[in-house]
C-alpha cells in the first residue's frame, strides 16, 4: 500500500483568507466600480441640469417700451454721430414719435401689416391701397411709409409682410442689386405708398429729388440681426450710410413730430455675438452706387 501524503498545515500566525465575495479585496474592488458609476451618473445629471434646467438667465427679455425703444434710438444717433442732442430737441421728441410693434419681434413678417395699418387709422385705405395719382394733392414718387433694410433680399422680405396693401399701387424696391438706377426714377413717376430699400440707394433717390418725402409718415428701421449678429445699426459702412441718410432727411421731421420711428426687431442688451467677419453673403452683397 502506497503511503498517505500528509496534510498541509497552516502556518502558525496565518488565517486563511476567504474566497468570492467575502475576500476584503474583492469587495473593495466591487465598492469602486460602483462608486465610480454613480459619480459618473451624478456629473451626467449636473451637467444635465446646467444646460437644460430651469436657468432665469436663459429666459428671453421682455419686449422694450416705446420709451426704451427711443432712448436706445437717440443713444445710437449721438454716438455714431459723435453729438449731443439738446434738451430742447430731446423734450420734442415724444415716445408717441415710435411706432411700437413691440409684439412682432420675431421673424414673421406676415404679422407687420397689422401695425402698420393701425398707424394710419381710419384712413389707412386710402393711404396705402389706394393707386390713382390725384394731381395736386398726392405727389408722386413720395411713399407714406419707407422701409430701410441692410440689404436687397431683407427689403424684398419685409414687402411680403405688406402684399395685401400693394395689390393695387404697386410697392417700390429701392437697392441697386439688379435694378439700374433709371428704372427706378421711372416707377417713382407714378403714386407710391409703400418703397422699401437700402440706405445707400434711398439717399441718392432722394438727392436727386426722383424720392419725395412729402407724404412720408412712418419709416421702418430693421433691425434684425443676421447670422452673424450684425444689423442695420452695427454693420459697418452701411451703418455709416444709415446715419448719413437719417440726419440728413429724417431728424428734423422727427423733432417736429412729422414721422414716425418703427424700430423693427429686438433692442440689443448688449451680449449679441458680433462675428468675426462683415462680409455679407453673395445673395445679400450690394453694388456700391456709381
Known sequence: MGRLKPEK??????????????NPKSQSKFKKKTN????????????TTSVTGNNKNNQPSPPASPSQQLRYFLSQFESANGVQLSSLELESIKDSCILDVSQELGQDVMKLEKRIKEAFGAKWKEELCEGKHIVGKIEAGSPAVL???????RSIELLRGMRTLTKECHAVKLFSKHMKIDEQVSLLMNRVNIASGTPSRIKKLIDIEALGLSRL?????????????????????????????????????????????????PIPNGNEFKGKSVELADGDREQPDS
Open 9 to 22: 498545515t497552516q502556518k502558525p500566525g496565518r488565517t486563511p483568507k476567504p474566497f468570492g465575495p467575502n
Open 36 to 47: 465610480t458609476k454613480n459619480t459618473a451618473n451624478r456629473q451626467i445629471k449636473t451637467k
Open 147 to 153: 422701409v430701410v433694410a441692410p440689404s436687397a433680399l
Open 217 to 265: 409718415s412712418v419709416l421702418l428701421v430693421d433691425i434684425h440681426t443676421d447670422v452673424k449678429g450684425y444689423s442695420l445699426l452695427t454693420l459697418p459702412q452701411v451703418r455709416d450710410e444709415f446715419w448719413d441718410l437719417y440726419k440728413n432727411y429724417f431728424h428734423q421731421q422727427l423733432v417736429k413730430g412729422d414721422l414716425r420711428i418703427c424700430l423693427y426687431g
